[in-house]
T-cell receptor, first 111, second 112 residues
Framework: EPEVTQTPSHQVTQMGQEVILRCVPI?????FYWYRQILGQKVEFLVS????????KSEIFDDQFSVERPDGSNFTLKIRSTKLEDSAMYFC?????????FGSGTRLTVV | AQSVTQLGSHVSVSEGALVLLRCNYS??????LFWYVQYPNQGLQLLLK??????LVKGINGFEAEFKKSETSFHLTKPSAHMSDAAEYFC??????????FGQGTELSVKP
């Protein structure tokens, strides 16, 4: 069964550093998403991406966040200058007409 | 605006007992509704989804959910709980298959 692959599974970074979270969506999917789950809280929408541009973003997705699909297969989330409150599990998802498929997530810890 | 409310952040049942996890939604258009399960330190696995076909939806692992428009509900049930059902369950809504909006989650514990 096709999967959404996220790397790394865990990342620890120092406050103020830039991080890039990587995702390989399912190859024939056209819609891509990033979600965030702070420990013990609900899953929150960050951004959706279609046709090589952002289609929607939440209030959380401020100027320190950016997304890119650099080579037609990878889908990345960049956090420019990490803060302690960015510590969370980040999920990538892709979608086709049948539904959404989520990756296993990247646990980001900012210290 | 879409929203999802899951009643009960923690539900505990005995093995073999009925599981009922409640979800109410708010949507300005006919919604698509989903239940996801999350095991500790894992990702989100789709249990079932409603996309305007049959109102009673059957999913994996013996779970099912019924869409009730009049009650704006999409409660998740399973006739007989198994120890392996212990996990966090999330209800989610989307409008026109756009972004998913998740509820707060319900942690299900199963006692032997």
């Amino acid at each position: 069964e096709p999967e959404v692959t996220q790397t790394p599974s865990h990342q620890v970074t120092q406050m103020g550093q830039e991080v890039i979270l990587r995702c390989v969506p399912i190859s024939n999917h056209l819609y891509f998403y990033w979600y965030r789950q702070i420990l013990g809280q609900k899953v929150e929408f960050l951004v959706s991406f279609y046709n090589n541009e952002i289609s929607e973003k939440s209030e959380i997705f401020d100027d320190q966040f950016s997304v890119e699909r650099p080579d037609g297969s990878n889908f990345t989330l960049k956090i420019r200058s990490t803060k302690l409150e960015d510590s969370a599990m980040y999920f990538c998802a892709s979608r086709d007409s049948l539904g959404y498929t989520f990756g296993s997530g990247t646990r980001l810890t900012v210290v | 605006a879409q929203s999802v409310t899951q009643l009960g952040s923690h539900v505990s049942v005995s093995e073999g007992a009925l599981v009922l996890l409640r979800c109410n939604y708010s949507s300005s258009v006919p919604p698509y509704l989903f239940w996801y399960v999350q095991y500790p330190n894992q990702g989100l696995q789709l249990l079932l989804k409603y996309t305007s076909a049959a109102t009673l939806v059957k999913g994996i692992n013996g779970f099912e959910a019924e869409f009730k428009k009049s009650e704006t509900s999409f409660h998740l049930t399973k006739p007989s709980a198994h120890m392996s059902d212990a996990a966090e369950y999330f209800c989610a809504v989307s409008e026109r298959a756009g972004k998913l909006i998740f509820g707060q989650g319900t942690e299900l514990s199963v006692k032997p």
